[in-house]
Structure formats: C-alpha cells, structure tokens
C-alpha cells in the first residue's frame, strides 16, 4: 500500500522541516503536526474497504488532523485527533492512504488580506 520511494519520504521530510506544507499521506507526519485531509484514496479492492472504514470514522475531505502519538514498536499506531473532536488509533498501512496538506484556515487568509489592505507595498 505504501508506494512511496525513498527520495519522496525524504521531500516529503524536509518540507515538513522547512515548513513548506508538501502534501504527505499522514502516516510519514510527525507527532505534534497539523493538517488538513485532501483525500482518501484506496488502490485495490481490499484498499477500497480501508478507504470506506476512513470514511466513515471521519476522515473526510477538508477535516483537520492532528497526529498526537506513535507507537513504540514500529511506529505503529498511529494516535490521530480529527476536528479536535475525536481521537483516533490508526495503522501506519491504514494512515498511508489519507493524504494530508498544510492546514489553510479562512481566518489566517482573512488577516493576511486585511494586513495587505492597510499595508499595499
């Protein structure tokens, strides 16, 4: 399920670093990172049944997630907050296919335009 290669893990890595919000599937966030789902996509049949079970516990397009905890073994799971309303523990294959951008709220937009108002150079 995890078709990521090695120099896409480490993109993916230091844009989480840098800050540069690359979208990553949430099982390579780290602990204490936010962000907000794009999709959540399954490959073959038996990834079709994990999408529907994602679906269904929440983890809709435009929800915010918070990854809380790894496990000790294995990183596995994954403890996931979901519209800080719920938390939830996911499987490391299970949370590869939730891909996850940078959290782009309505009300950090709505500052920076009205920052750009009072400030037009």
Do not use: K
Request: contains cysteine; aromatic residues 4%.
């Amino acid at each position: 399920m995890n078709t990521y290669t090695e120099p896409e893990r480490r993109a993916f890595a230091l844009g989480q670093a840098v800050g540069l919000g690359f979208i990553q599937p949430l099982s390579l966030m780290r602990p204490g990172s936010v962000g907000r789902i794009l999709t959540v996509s399954g490959s073959s049949v038996s990834d079709r049944d994990v999408e529907r079970g994602l679906l269904e516990m929440g983890f809709v397009e435009g929800a915010c997630v918070e990854v809380l905890h790894h496990g000790f073994w294995r990183r596995d799971p994954l403890a996931v907050r979901i519209n800080q309303t719920m938390t939830v523990a996911l499987r490391r294959c299970e949370a590869s296919a939730v891909l996850v951008g940078p959290l782009l709220d309505s009300a950090m937009s709505a500052t920076s335009a009205s920052n750009r108002e009072r400030d037009p150079s």
